[in-house]
């Protein structure tokens, strides 16, 4: 199947007066598919942004290709690639209502005035802001700035919509609520959309597959399950979730390998209780967290795991001796 | 109480601009109503002779006739001013939009370029104007050298000289309100539009310029207002040939000694100017709702 966009071997290095080259793209590949909820993960400048950018034609790799549906666009402007980006800052036209912003793309496209308006009140509708056709965004809350954002760069029909961190401003209840909406706006338009985000969890809510990114370069990519169980690097299992990282090596292999546990899976037991385990350590703080609780061990040998239960091991308390135990297949095997 | 603290808190202020606005303006009034000192000043009685001076002439026999000279003069000094203040804003605002897109330090250092001018006496640099354009001068010496012509050109006292003389004094008062409203327009705003398929002069019609009009407007005042008034380019570059209502205020207050005309002059000039902002703002309230 052809993708819809195909990044080849793209780099990207910016050149800053008096000081060396940054390279913020090293080489980076990935082929997005029709209609996929694509999400590019990772800390603040791992080349994220820079790849969306790209993307979107506001800047232009130093290297590589980018495809839109087959075609090379790698030096197309923005104005001419089916592709619109809803901006962090969500970059509404601050003299413009609700109603023109989500216009002006079409107006751009000279969408006829009747097809222009009926698409308007269409886009308003998907994004709930029927009401607010007419007021100015300073009007607005910023969860309603989010949505007429949203709405603008879906009104033309992009092929694809970029999304660079467009939850990052709201507050974590709105988050987790626009989280929802953008999902099934992705699908009830059938649209693709490829999203930018440093939060681990929005990715994972998501996503349909997720690039996971650290200094210019793709770590892994995958289903977002697929991720969060097989992580191939340290990076990506300390960065997708929390992982306890052991150094380990394989018996009888020699070579020294690291080894992954996610903390809700490693179980503890009183060492007074007998019962079998893996590694002896002692708890050094218990934390109440609501749903969960958090239980930090220190091992005999001066390193620190974590461990999280759904309920609290009655008689555990900071201090005590614990053994750590955890089923073979929690483990997973990080090249180092 | 309250009222009484805003008004002591305004207080400042409304002196301020009743001694430095205000009453200079209500003595300006005053003076055109009196009757003029034939050695400079005022007299009593109170009259509107300097108004009927302005519409009519006194014929020989002490009939008044009307005369459109005055009128003329004005209607010519708001062309010259209005002509000064759109060349402005066509030069001031690449100037302005070049200033933004530069890093921080060349931008300090152009910004002072711009203010530079205003450390040098305004007399002196009209009359540096002068220099270059007169005959022997240095723009129709270098052509001269160069070969392109053999007569010199009659660079200087016409309109165009003038025109050069106001546009050279008043355009950084365009480039700095311009570039004020610019600094503050959201790159990303740009990206957005292009993004939204806009081409470069839509993004410009459609989102730089809306955002950039109010510092427009401003410049806009700024430079009409006084170059309306201004008497040093058109007395030095024009020559004095055709009089501009600068000029013609100064000459009331000095050679003429007509006090009274000059300040009922300067009443008519402030009206006109007063009319004018008040109209377009209005229009502009109404294009808004």
Not at chain 1, 7 to 35: C, P, Q, W
Not at chain 2, 82 to 87: H, Q, R, S, V, Y
Not at chain 2, 155 to 177: E, H, K, Q, R
């Amino acid at each position: 199947m052809q993708a819809m966009i195909s990044i080849e071997n793209v780099s990207k290095s910016f050149l800053a007066k008096g000081a060396e080259a940054f390279t913020a793209l090293d080489d980076v590949s990935m082929r997005i598919r029709d209609r996929e909820f694509f999400t590019l993960l990772g800390p603040s400048g791992c080349g994220k942004t820079t790849l969306l950018r790209i993307v979107a034609g506001f800047d232009f790799p130093s290297a590589g290709t980018v495809r839109i549906e087959g075609a090379d666009s790698s030096a197309l402007p923005p104005q001419k690639r089916p592709v619109n980006t809803v901006f962090q800052s969500y970059a509404l036209f601050p003299h413009m209502t609700v109603a023109e912003n989500v216009a002006f793309g079409l107006r751009m496209q000279k969408v006829v005035k009747s097809d222009r308006q009926a698409r308007v009140a269409e886009a308003l509708r998907l994004v709930r802001l029927e009401s607010m056709a007419s007021r100015l965004p300073g009007q607005l809350s910023g969860g309603q700035q989010q949505r007429v954002a949203v709405a603008r760069a879906l009104a033309p029909r992009p092929k694809v919509l970029l999304l660079d961190e467009p939850l990052s401003a709201l507050d974590l209840k709105l988050r987790r609520e626009m989280q929802g909406e953008l999902k099934r706006l992705q699908q009830e338009t059938g649209i693709t959309f490829i999203l930018v985000t440093h939060d681990q969890e929005e990715a994972l809510a998501m996503s349909d597959r997720i690039a996971v990114m650290s200094a210019g370069r793709v770590l892994q990519m995958g289903a977002p399950r697929e991720i969060y169980d097989n992580p191939k690097s340290r990076f990506v299992a300390d960065f997708i979730g929390e992982s306890n990282v052991l150094p380990g090596a394989i018996v009888g292999h020699g070579s020294d390998i690291m080894v992954a546990v996610r903390p809700e899976r490693i179980a503890l037991s009183m060492l007074a209780s007998g019962l079998p385990g893996k590694i002896r350590g002692t708890i050094t703080s218990i934390t109440y967290l609501g749903l969960d609780t958090l239980y930090e061990i220190t091992l005999d040998n001066g390193e620190r795991l974590r461990s999280r239960s759904r309920q609290s091991i009655s008689g555990l308390d900071a201090g005590q001796p614990v053994i750590l135990d955890w089923p073979s297949d929690a483990e997973r095997h990080l090249a180092n | 109480m309250n009222a009484q603290r805003t008004l002591t808190l305004a207080a400042p202020a409304v002196l301020m601009i009743g001694t430095f606005m205000v009453v200079p303006l209500l003595v300006a009034v005053a003076y055109s109503f009196m009757t003029a000192n034939p050695y400079g000043g005022v007299d009593m009685p109170l009259t509107v002779d300097a108004y009927v001076q302005f519409l009519f002439q006194r014929d020989f026999d002490d009939t008044l006739v009307f005369s459109w000279s005055y009128v003329i003069i004005i209607l010519r000094s708001v062309y010259l001013a209005g002509l000064t203040t759109a060349i402005c804003l066509i030069l001031g605002f690449p100037v302005a939009w070049y200033l933004v897109c530069q890093d921080d330090n060349r931008r300090r250092t152009l910004l002072f370029l711009v203010t530079l001018p205003f450390w040098i006496n305004t007399l002196i640099r009209t009359y540096c104007w002068v220099l270059i354009l007169r005959d022997e001068g240095l723009a129709n010496g270098l052509l001269k050298a160069a070969g392109v012509i053999s007569t010199p050109l009659p660079l200087l006292y016409n309109d165009a000289s003038i025109l050069l003389g106001l546009v050279y004094t008043f355009l950084p008062f365009m480039v700095l309100p311009i570039y004020s409203t610019l600094e503050r327009i959201d790159p990303r705003l740009i990206e957005a539009a292009y993004d939204l398929y806009a081409n470069r002069g839509a993004v410009f019609a459609r989102v730089i310029w809306p955002l950039a009009r109010p510092g427009a407007l401003v410049g806009a005042s700024l430079v009409f207002a006084p170059s309306l008034g201004s008497f040093l380019a058109p007395d030095l570059l024009g020559g004095g040939k055709k009089l501009l209502i600068g000029s013609l205020v100064q000459m009331q207050f000095t050679s003429s000694r007509n006090w009274p005309f000059g300040a009922a002059l300067s009443i008519l000039v402030t009206i006109a100017v007063l009319a004018i902002f008040v109209s377009r703002s209005k229009k502009a309230e109404e294009a808004r709702l």
